[in-house]
């Protein structure tokens, strides 16, 4: 069966790094694109960033853009999150996501692990 | 990148039906046929409920469907149950090759 498994989570002082994973199993890795998803504390999904496939392709959303980097190691199974400069708003419990093959949408989701910016 | 919009909450009682709008503009919803829904319950991850706007995945209820006009798709619920209670999310892809999601809608079972 489908399994993401995030990890890496914790507190943090504002402005210092972070670097979660989301281990995946159960499934042909290196044939999907991963998205990061968050969700702060009783707010709704945001959308943070996909990579595609094989690593050829990466897009953020603005409020990352130059601050997080999403990286891939398909011979790990493994999907991960670069943070850095974290602020207070980065505050938020982060899932990673499986786009399905050939398409837009996030068919299988990870439990989530929660990063508090913090001082 | 603003989010798609949703109204905050609804509600209905068991066997009704109800429906949640999620507007965008024509960069994402109305540009595409790719939007898609999410059910989260508290403390839970959020579950697929419909793909492509109006696709359902294998073990979703068919009480659960979807539809688009324009740039404001639709998720309608019908004969409501009590564990149909949860927040839901609408989702779609961008013509910056993003995505976005809308800001959530809390349905009520009365």
């Known amino acids: 069966q489908v399994q993401l498994v995030e990890s890496g989570g914790g507190v943090v002082q504002p402005g210092r790094s972070l670097r979660l994973s989301c281990a995946a199993s159960g499934f042909t890795f290196k044939k999907y694109a991963m998205h990061w998803v968050r969700q702060a504390p009783g707010k709704g999904l945001q959308w943070v960033a996909v990579m595609s496939y094989d690593g050829s392709n990466q897009y953020y959303a603005d409020s990352v853009k130059g601050r997080f980097t999403i990286s891939r190691d398909n011979s790990k199974n493994t999907l991960y999150l670069q943070m850095n400069s974290l602020r207070p708003e980065d505050t938020a419990v982060y899932y990673c996501a499986r786009e399905a093959v050939g398409a837009v949408y996030f068919d299988y989701w990870g439990q989530g692990t929660l990063v508090t910016v913090s001082s | 990148q603003s989010a798609l919009t949703q109204p905050a909450s609804v509600s209905g009682s068991p066997g009704q039906s109800i429906a949640i709008s999620c507007t965008g503009t024509?960069?994402?919803?109305?540009?595409?046929?790719?939007v898609s829904w999410y059910q989260q319950h508290p403390g839970r991850a959020p579950k697929l409920m419909i793909y492509?706007?109006?696709n359902r995945p294998s073990g979703v209820s068919d009480r659960f469907s979807g539809s688009k006009s324009g740039n404001t798709a639709s998720l309608t619920i019908s004969g409501l149950q009590a564990e149909d209670e949860a927040d839901y999310y609408c989702?779609?892809?961008?013509?910056?090759?993003?995505?976005?999601f809308g800001g959530g809608t809390k349905l009520t079972v009365l």
């Open positions: 492509d706007v109006s």
């Open positions: 024509s960069s994402d919803v109305g540009g595409y046929n790719y």
């Open positions: 989702s779609s892809y961008t013509s910056s090759s993003t995505r976005v």
